[in-house]
Antibody, heavy 119, light 112 residues
Framework: QVQLQESGPGLVKPSETLSLTCTVSGVSISDHYWSWIRQPPGKGLEWVGYISNSGNTNYNPSLRRRVTISRDLSKSQFSLRLNSVTAADTAEYFC?????????????WGQGSRVTVSS | QSALTQPPSASGSPGQSVTISCTGTSSDVGGYKYVSWYQKHPGKAPKLMIYEVNKRPSGVPDRFSGSKSGNTASLTVSGLQAEDEADYYCSSYADSNNYAWVFGGGTKVTVL
């Protein structure tokens, strides 16, 4: 059974870089696609970006200039970096699995990592 | 890539049905079968309830059903139960050139 667990700092200063890692167990990360999704306080879900089973990436156009998603196959992890953060980036960040090329939904989710941007 | 449009709230009494709409464009909801619905309780991770418009993952009660007509998808919860009170989000695949998704703003379902 696939399990995902986010980890990273809960507090980031404005203008600095937010970094989160999602550790995957139960499946190989090279067999599926993976995404980051966030939810600002009191607001809805927002898709941040994805990384494919072969390492290709794509990002939400509103975040594209600041975001990078990468992976470490040896650690069964994929990561999110968001540069030049502001208070608007305060959110709960979820990692999720996209089963595959023809199964384009999010079927497994991590529990979420709450990140606050504040000095 | 704009957010899909959902009503902010919906409600029903136990045993009744509630239907939530999700309106997009021909570039997302209307263009693909990859519409999905997620249930989210406060402090919990979202849970997949419907995928590919009308398919239910294993373990999701058949009280939950989905449909689509044109650029609008719908989620119906029949036989409402207290535990169905939650936020519901629709999502659609949204890019023919690269992989991208879009979510709706969410609908708070209240069981009266």
């Amino acid at each position: 059974q696939v399990q995902l667990q986010e980890s990273g700092p809960g507090l980031v200063k404005p203008s600095e870089t937010l970094s989160l890692t999602c550790t995957v167990s139960g499946v190989s990360i090279s067999d599926h696609y993976w995404s980051w999704i966030r939810q600002p306080p009191g607001k809805g879900l927002e898709w941040v970006g994805y990384i494919s089973n072969s390492g290709n990436t794509n990002y939400n156009p509103s975040l594209r200039r600041r975001v990078t998603i990468s992976r470490d196959l040896s650690k069964s992890q994929f990561s999110l970096r968001l540069n030049s953060v502001t208070a608007a980036d305060t959110a709960e960040y979820f990692c999720a699995r996209v089963p595959g090329r023809w199964e384009l939904h999010f079927d497994s989710w991590g529990q979420g990592s709450r990140v606050t941007v504040s000095s | 890539q704009s957010a899909l449009t959902q009503p902010p709230s919906a409600s029903g009494s136990p045993g009744q049905s509630v239907t939530i709409s999700c309106t997009g464009t021909s570039s997302d909801v209307g263009g693909y079968k990859y519409v999905s619905w997620y249930q989210k309780h406060p402090g919990k991770a979202p849970k997949l309830m419907i995928y590919e418009v009308n398919k239910r993952p294993s373990g999701v009660p058949d009280r939950f059903s989905g449909s689509k007509s044109g650029n609008t998808a719908s989620l119906t919860v029949s036989g409402l139960q207290a535990e169905d009170e939650a936020d519901y989000y629709c999502s659609s695949y949204a890019d023919s050139n690269n992989y991208a998704w879009v979510f709706g703003g969410g609908t708070k379902v209240t069981v009266l």
